[in-house]
């Protein structure tokens, strides 16, 4: 008995073997790493013992990223210590400062000539951050094809770089070397960055490096503006031991770092090193544009430069002039339109000059005018607005408000045009 197996049932069964359980890698968030496409990156420090030879012999090792700096640069002048213990203290950290970068620079040669792409991140300490991104820099100095990563193991100011001074970092490098750093936390400290993610706008779209050390981490993972990870560190010394570890790399102790990746070998190395930001997402509960919370009192708006302008009293200004400019408008219109203007309730004293048949080429300069009371400023625009020659034009030159001055070189058309607004 011969049996027919269609051929769209025999490539499914051809993928399973080939991609592993296809239940278990439907998402990205479940045990991704049994997913055998899937590409794994690895990533160590200055004490870990691993052999590179045996690593890269891995077909699904795309990647080692290994730590470069650690907080502020270490002081070379011990001897300006006075206390000998400190001064003490002071050599023993520069000699491994010294030591860790020159192993650092052996094993990114090594790697990178055995085909694996190259990272290095910064262990960020309380501090200056401009310093700590210059270090960091300094100390990797990384190429283009090199990823870079700030390591915020813990939101701990004390501890750690505040997240305030990691946007600083962050842009810092991005001004140093043109590109941002991935970020590398945990999962408490990536909820509160997605949580506040209008308050972080930089930390909060940086490429996300997320150390979770569970086989799903769906109900965890922070999407504020992330809806994927660029990398899952999913395996550490907490979960590795000698009787059970998620993955463990040939040529490496339980002691190092397994990173898995939401793409295959080929296309993380398209994507490396990962130095755009990822697409802002706003908040569900964003206010609209007719639905905003009144402004606060407290805020100071401030120019780039000192010193500090309150823009909330130029706002009050420009609303002062607007009104005044009405209540003049207002009051001269009244004035125009009486039918009898001769009243003992006119201001007489109130005077404006009047110019006829001016020629529109001529300047204000060179214009004779004669002062005219309410009177005569009312007939005279009564007899201007009977049909009149083709030359003839009437022209307000000056008015009585402290706000607005008109040059007396401007052309009649330019104080017409500056006119306009309260005509």
């Known amino acids: 008995m011969t049996i027919r197996v269609p051929r769209f049932a025999i490539a499914t069964v051809l993928a399973a073997l080939f991609l592993g359980d296809p239940a278990q890698a439907a998402s990205e968030f479940t045990t991704p790493w049994s997913n055998k496409a899937r590409a794994i990156v690895l990533d160590g420090y200055e004490h870990n013992s691993f052999n590179l030879v045996e690593i890269a012999k891995d077909p699904r090792i795309a990647a080692f990223i290994h730590k470069g700096s650690d907080g502020l640069p270490a002081n070379y002048q011990c001897k300006r210590i006075a206390d000998a213990m400190q001064q003490e203290l002071c050599k023993r950290i520069w000699r491994n400062y010294a030591v860790s970068r020159e192993l650092y620079q052996t094993r990114r040669i090594l790697a990178k000539a055995l085909g694996l792409k190259w990272g ?3 262990l960020a300490r309380p501090g200056n951050p401009i310093e700590q991104a210059n270090h960091f820099v300094d100390y990797a100095e990384p190429s283009d094809d090199e990823l870079v990563a700030i390591d915020i193991e813990e939101n701990d100011p004390s501890k750690f770089m505040s997240l305030q001074d990691a946007e600083i970092f962050a842009e810092h490098i991005k001004f140093r070397i043109g590109r941002y750093p991935v970020l590398y936390t945990n999962g408490t400290t990536a909820r509160y960055i997605a949580d506040h993610r209008l308050e972080l706008p930089i930390l909060s779209r940086l490429q996300l490096w997320y150390a979770r050390y569970e086989s799903d981490i769906a109900p965890h993972f922070p999407k504020g503006n992330w809806r994927d990870y660029a990398l899952w560190q999913f395996t550490s010394p907490s979960n590795c031991n000698k009787q059970k570890c998620p993955y463990r790399p040939a040529g490496t102790n339980r002691d190092i770092d397994v990173n898995i990746t939401d793409m295959t070998v080929a296309q993380l190395r398209r994507a490396w090193p990962f130095g ?50 009405a209540n003049f408008l207002a ?14 309730k006119v201001d007489q004293s ?40 083709p030359d003839q034009r009437v022209v307000v030159t000056h008015y009585c408000f402290k706000y607005f001055v008109p040059k007396s070189r401007q052309t009649v058309e330019g104080q017409l045009a500056a006119l306009d607004p309260f005509l």
Do not use: C, F
């Not at 609209?288 to 500090?308: C, F, V």
């Not at 009051?331 to 003992?344: F, G, K, M």
């Not at 009047?354 to 009564?382: C, M």
């Open 276 to 325: 755009e930001l990822v697409d802002a997402i706003p908040p569900d509960d964003l206010p609209t544009p007719g639905n905003r919370p009144s402004p606060r009192d407290d805020i100071l708006m401030a120019a780039a430069q000192p010193p500090l302008i309150d823009y909330r009293r130029l706002k009050e200004m420009t609303v002062t002039l607007h009104a005044a400019a």
């Open 350 to 389: 109130i005077t404006a000059s009047i110019s006829l048949k001016l020629d529109t080429d001529e300047r204000l300069n060179g214009l004779s005018a004669r002062k005219a009371t309410v009177e005569q400023l009312w007939t005279s625009l009564r007899e201007a607005s009977e049909p009149a020659a």
């Open 331 to 344: 009051e001269a219109s009244t004035l125009l339109e009486r039918n009898d203007p001769r009243t003992d």
């Open 120 to 122: 290095a991140y910064h």
